[in-house]
């Protein structure tokens, strides 16, 4: 059954085929709505594609390989990850390119990406911002007989990872040029942490810089190959970033590649309202993304009158970005289901595994009943996870999807 990964005997689902949310499966757990997660792949690879550019869905989001195929099989160009741990997850199941957004640091992690190494048929990538990595990964792979694609990350002050100026990075190109083991192949950069009231103009200057750097980078020939790649983009400035690469005409020059990945079961929180930004800077969109995923619960306590206690918690459900919200509550073991409103309702708080709500007036509920939650920052309600319930129209489950945190 779908279960929290602090609970043992973790059933891998097979039985779950066909049964019903609302009468056969243990709750809580992880929904994913078929229609909704389907739009959400086509919707994004669409824009990708239209705005010329290569799609590289950020996996650390769901590590869930099912999903990671039906990106690929959408079209991706290959998928993001986070850390060497990640990228071995993602080959077992099949993943043949990968971008690691971050530095490959410490010998253990750079022994298992040289390993995936030996088979020429796995393309991968990782980002250096210092010297110091530089070297270490130079002496390494030399020591491995293996060559490692690198590419410069660039950050902004106060950031994450990166550059902090554009000297540093062109210092650190004729760095990685005297390692015979490495091959620098493009420029990276992260817009997300970017913010305030003019965020939209540091983004767009950010991204001019990048595409600047790129092209000084090419025109003295730093770059191994003839195509550099070129990449920025989280799920919130993925539209911005892709206006800026194609009016600089990143794409003639270089690779340009987005990796938004929250995108694909999207949210009721932060990347709902990131979204509708986005809407309201392309008018020519004209739909966005839906909200694919959703925590189910059981009402558990009643103990006083405008107060329910909810069987889940922070060990089922993100609360770094908003608590969860409700949305419909249905009955148990009713089928078919018929889900009533409850986004009156407002849960106030939760703990370890109980989340406690203010029930709104007119709302009549019962010990047993069931509320669907969406969540804000899908991310930290993945990892929570080791099986999601993929379900149709019909609130039946048609497939099991195991992740791989």
């Known amino acids: 059954?779908?279960?929290?990964?602090?609970?043992?005997?973790?059933?891998?689902?097979?039985?779950?085929?066909?049964?019903?949310?609302?009468?056969?499966?243990?709750?809580?757990?992880?929904?994913?709505?078929?229609?909704?997660?389907?739009?959400?792949?086509?919707?994004?690879?669409?824009?990708?594609?239209?705005?010329?550019?290569?799609?590289?869905?950020?996996?650390?989001?769901?590590?869930?390989p099912a999903l990671f195929r039906r990106q690929l099989d959408a079209g991706a160009w290959g998928i993001t990850l986070a850390s060497?741990?990640?990228?071995?997850?993602?080959?077992?199941?099949?993943?043949?390119?990968?971008?690691?957004?971050?530095?490959?640091?410490?010998?253990?992690?750079?022994?298992?990406?040289?390993?995936?190494?030996?088979?020429?048929?796995?393309?991968?990538?990782?980002?250096?911002?210092?010297?110091?990595?530089?070297?270490?990964?130079?002496?390494?792979?030399?020591?491995?007989?293996?060559?490692?694609?690198v590419m410069i990350e660039y950050g902004v002050v106060g950031?994450?990872?990166?550059?902090?100026?554009?000297?540093?990075?062109?210092?650190?190109a004729k760095a990685i040029a005297a390692q015979p083991a490495l091959a620098l192949t493009?420029?990276?950069?992260y817009e997300g942490v970017i913010h305030g009231d003019h965020a939209v103009t540091g983004i767009r200057a950010f991204a001019a810089s990048l595409v600047r750097?790129?092209?000084?980078?090419?025109?003295?020939?730093?770059?191994?190959?003839?195509?550099?790649?070129?990449?920025?983009?989280?799920?919130?400035?993925?539209?911005?970033?892709?206006?800026?690469?194609?009016?600089?005409?990143?794409?003639?020059?270089?690779?340009?590649?987005?990796?938004?990945?929250?995108?694909?079961?999207?949210d009721h929180g932060i990347y709902k309202e990131a979204q509708c930004c986005v809407l309201d800077r392309r008018s020519d969109l004209h739909e966005g993304l839906r909200p694919a995923l959703e925590v189910w619960a059981h009402v558990?306590?009643?103990?006083?009158?405008?107060?329910a206690v909810i069987a889940l918690g922070k060990r089922d459900v993100a609360y770094d970005a908003g608590l969860p919200v409700p949305l419909l509550r249905y009955k148990a073991g009713v089928v078919p289901a018929s889900g009533d409103d409850v986004s009156a309702c407002k849960v106030t708080a939760v703990m370890d595994q109980h989340a406690f709500m203010t029930v709104a007036p007119g709302v009549d509920l019962?010990?047993?009943?069931?509320?669907?939650?969406?969540?804000?920052?899908?991310?930290?309600?993945?990892?929570?996870?080791?099986?999601?319930?993929?379900?149709d129209e019909q609130l039946n489950v048609i497939e099991t999807m195991e992740t791989c945190f």
């Open 366 to 391: 019962r010990v047993g009943d069931i509320i669907s939650f969406g969540t804000s920052h899908p991310c930290l309600t993945f990892d929570k996870w080791r099986i999601g319930c993929l379900v």
């Open 1 to 64: 059954m779908p279960t929290a990964p602090n609970t043992a005997n973790v059933d891998k689902g097979a039985a779950l085929i066909g049964a019903s949310l609302v009468r056969d499966v243990s709750l809580p757990a992880l929904v994913l709505h078929r229609e909704a997660l389907e739009h959400n792949i086509r919707w994004m690879q669409a824009f990708v594609s239209h705005s010329g550019a290569e799609l590289a869905p950020h996996g650390k989001t769901s590590m869930t």
């Open 213 to 266: 750097l790129a092209v000084q980078l090419q025109d003295s020939g730093a770059f191994a190959i003839a195509k550099p790649i070129i990449t920025a983009s989280g799920s919130a400035w993925y539209d911005l970033i892709a206006e800026s690469f194609e009016a600089q005409n990143a794409a003639g020059r270089f690779l340009s590649v987005l990796r938004p990945g929250s995108y694909v079961a999207h």
């Open 186 to 189: 493009g420029i990276e950069g």
């Open 159 to 172: 950031g994450r990872c990166g550059c902090r100026s554009e000297q540093e990075v062109l210092d650190l």
């Open 300 to 307: 558990q306590s009643l103990p006083e009158p405008g107060f």
């Open 84 to 149: 060497a741990t990640q990228t071995r997850a993602a080959y077992a199941h099949g993943v043949r390119r990968v971008l690691m957004a971050n530095q490959l640091v410490g010998t253990p992690n750079m022994a298992l990406i040289a390993d995936l190494l030996a088979d020429p048929a796995f393309d991968f990538y990782c980002m250096v911002d210092h010297p110091d990595n530089v070297a270490d990964l130079g002496a390494y792979f030399a020591s491995r007989g293996v060559r490692l694609n």
